[in-house]
């Protein structure tokens, strides 16, 4: 049998042993222990011993998410401090009613903190604060201006605004005078015109409307009565897009569709580069290096590519820009 060595008085770590507190289940020496941070726990003199444990949690410090600046509902996050709940680390936070408030990292990020406490005041005037209507309205402004938001670069990325009557304290409110309840389950809020950016929200583009009806107007439905004609002509010009930009022979007819000549397309085209752009980067999304690629700012499923109009408008060169090219597959679904 292993002699019994008392570690009372002795460091391992950040934790300082207090005391011996006998043995647990398992007939192993348990102490007393104090974490730097303040923390207080019994744990077992084996894994003090081995390096096991070297903090209640406070140590790992450099893994913190660092929140400062960003927003959390109406909470913009100012300085991380000294204090920690539950292991979790508290935000100094700015309400934008001008209060001062200490919020827990997962309580910002799960969203369940969101305002001083004046966000939930202001619930109380409409009663509706666990409706579907006002789960809707939440998404809806959050999605829009909320850059964490997985899917704000459909949204807010895009330039989609919320209108000036269904935002601020009395949003939800004129959003639900507008809306109305939602009819079913199987409704939720839609805009008619999905190129319309500035008011994307508002009581003139929205209703509530069903499955059928959004595929209908989604963004990646073509817009054409003619599919064959539409994709046909969509891999014709975007592979002549290729050949213009990596120098490869092109047939010249399609070039009158960039609204300018090959040379002026591609000094425009870089004269949008951002800074790790370059010629010798273009190419494929890829895991193993930074791409970019050409997207289109409107997307091609907006138009009807069966129609030479369109055509001449959806691969003009002002609708074009050079793109990462994993931001660009990622958005091809909606295109």
Same mark, same amino acid.
């Given at each position: 049998?292993?002699?019994?060595?008392?570690?009372?008085?002795?460091?391992?770590?950040?934790?300082?042993?207090?005391?011996?507190?006998?043995?647990?289940?398992?007939?192993?020496?348990?102490?007393?222990?104090?974490?730097?941070?303040?923390?207080?726990?019994?744990?077992?003199?084996?894994?003090?011993?081995?390096?096991?444990?070297?903090?209640?949690?406070?140590?790992?410090?450099?893994?913190?998410?660092?929140?400062?600046?960003?927003?959390?509902?109406?909470?913009?996050?100012?300085?991380?401090?000294?204090?920690?709940?539950?292991?979790?680390?508290?935000?100094?936070?700015?309400?934008?009613?001008?209060?001062?408030?200490?919020?827990?990292?997962?309580?910002? %990020? $799960?969203? &369940? *903190?969101? @305002?001083?406490?004046?966000? =939930?005041?202001?619930?109380?005037?409409?009663?509706?604060?666990?409706?579907?209507?006002?789960?809707?309205?939440?998404?809806?402004?959050?999605?829009?201006?909320?850059?964490?938001?997985?899917?704000?670069?459909?949204?807010?990325?895009?330039?989609?605004?919320?209108?000036?009557?269904?935002?601020?304290?009395?949003?939800?409110?004129?959003?639900?005078?507008?809306?109305?309840?939602?009819?079913?389950?199987?409704?939720?809020?839609?805009?008619?015109?999905?190129?319309?950016?500035?008011?994307?929200?508002?009581?003139?583009?929205?209703?509530?409307?069903?499955?059928?009806? %959004? $595929?209908? &107007? *989604?963004? @990646?439905?073509?817009?054409? =009565?003619?599919?064959?004609?539409?994709?046909?002509?969509?891999?014709?010009?975007?592979?002549?897009?290729?050949?213009?930009?990596?120098?490869?022979?092109?047939?010249?007819?399609?070039?009158?569709?960039?609204?300018?000549?090959?040379?002026?397309?591609?000094?425009?085209?870089?004269?949008?580069?951002?800074?790790?752009?370059?010629?010798?980067?273009?190419?494929?999304?890829?895991?193993?290096?930074?791409?970019?690629?050409?997207?289109?700012?409107?997307?091609?499923?907006?138009?009807?590519?069966?129609?030479?109009?369109?055509?001449?408008?959806?691969?003009?060169?002002?609708?074009?820009?050079?793109?990462?090219?994993?931001?660009?597959?990622?958005?091809?679904?909606?295109?």
């Amino acid at each position: 049998m292993a002699k019994f060595k008392d570690l009372s008085g002795q460091r391992f770590s950040r934790w300082l042993v207090l005391s011996y507190e006998g043995k647990n289940k398992q007939k192993l020496s348990i102490f007393k222990c104090k974490c730097d941070c303040g923390v207080i726990k019994i744990l077992r003199g084996t894994e003090l011993v081995r390096g096991h444990t070297k903090s209640c949690g406070c140590s790992s410090e450099d893994s913190i998410k660092d929140l400062i600046g960003k927003q959390y509902g109406k909470l913009v996050v100012l300085k991380m401090t000294s204090q920690r709940k539950y292991r979790s680390v508290v935000w100094k936070c700015r309400c934008d009613c001008g209060n001062i408030v200490y919020v827990q990292s997962g309580a910002l %990020q $799960s969203g &369940n *903190t969101q @305002s001083c406490g004046c966000l =939930n005041l202001g619930n109380l005037k409409h009663g509706m604060s666990k409706s579907v209507e006002h789960r809707t309205w939440r998404a809806m402004i959050d999605r829009c201006t909320n850059p964490n938001n997985k899917k704000y670069l459909d949204y807010g990325g895009r330039g989609i605004t919320i209108c000036e009557r269904w935002l601020g304290e009395d949003g939800f409110i004129h959003f639900f005078e507008d809306m109305g309840p939602r009819p079913s389950n199987n409704h939720s809020i839609d805009r008619k015109d999905n190129d319309l950016l500035i008011n994307g929200y508002s009581k003139d583009n929205c209703g509530w409307a069903d499955k059928t009806i %959004q $595929s209908n &107007n *989604t963004r @990646s439905v073509p817009h054409s =009565n003619n599919l064959i004609e539409h994709k046909r002509w969509r891999q014709l010009l975007q592979g002549s897009l290729v050949h213009f930009v990596t120098g490869q022979a092109a047939t010249s007819i399609y070039e009158k569709y960039l609204g300018c000549s090959v040379e002026e397309f591609l000094r425009y085209i870089e004269s949008r580069f951002e800074p790790w752009m370059n010629w010798d980067n273009y190419g494929k999304a890829s895991f193993k290096k930074q791409t970019w690629n050409l997207g289109h700012i409107r997307g091609c499923n907006t138009f009807d590519l069966s129609k030479e109009e369109d055509r001449l408008v959806c691969f003009n060169y002002r609708n074009l820009k050079p793109m990462d090219a994993r931001k660009n597959a990622q958005q091809a679904r909606a295109y």
